[in-house]
């Protein structure tokens, strides 16, 4: 099938906004979209008609960002270009000696699941993303967002099952903290 580019045009905002949602980067999202763009184009036998264009290109785009990712994890230097920071969260003071929840234990959210058609949460989802430190959320969107298994993630990044648990563990912790504090807080019990 001929691929134009008229055909991919539509789609590319899209493109991006998924690419940025993954990588909280523009520079970084607009490359990983020129590239599946220019893969698309450069060979669209590869496109069977099995699935939608947005499809299919949403596919690419998945590997491309996996890629980025992969790149911007090995490279510090990339890591601190992208965002200035070092992975130091620590959540051992939400625990007691014992190791159980302390005062700040999380509490019930009343019907989460309602939430996830606001797009009002997921603007506040965004920003709780992004406060995550960036290789903690880079482990965290490979696993939930793209759908990778720890075991691929493991292959992707070189990272050992123990560290990758441990960073998701810290993700969800963050990210729970986050919108319990500025989308739930008020409502809940």
């Known amino acids: ?20 949602f ?11 979209v020129q590239e599946t ?10 496109f069977h008609n099995q699935s939608s264009l947005k499809t299919w290109l949403t596919g690419i785009l998945k590997f491309k960002i996996i890629d980025t990712q ?19 969260s620590d959540f051992d003071v939400l625990f007691d000696k014992t190791g159980h929840w302390g005062s700040d234990a999380p509490r019930r959210w009343e019907k989460p699941e309602a939430n996830l058609e606001d797009k ?4 506040v989802y965004t920003r709780c993303s992004q406060l995550m430190p960036k290789r903690t959320a880079m482990v965290f969107a490979m696993r939930e967002e793209l759908g990778l298994e720890i075991e691929q993630i493991c292959q992707q990044l070189e990272i050992t099952a123990t560290n990758c648990s441990a960073m998701l563990y810290r993700a969800r912790m963050s ?15």
């Open 1 to 20: 099938m001929a691929i134009r580019i008229e055909d991919l045009e539509p789609l590319r905002d899209y493109l991006y906004r998924f690419a940025l």
């Open 22 to 32: 993954q990588l909280q980067h523009s520079s970084s999202a607009e490359d990983v």
């Open 37 to 46: 763009l220019l893969a698309a184009l450069e060979k669209p036998d590869s």
């Open 70 to 88: 992969r790149r911007i994890y090995r490279d510090p230097l990339l890591l601190v270009t992208v965002d200035g920071e070092e992975d130091s």
């Open 120 to 123: 009002q949460f997921w603007a």
């Open 175 to 189: 990210l729970r903290l986050c919108l319990e504090k500025n989308w739930f807080g008020n409502n809940t019990p």
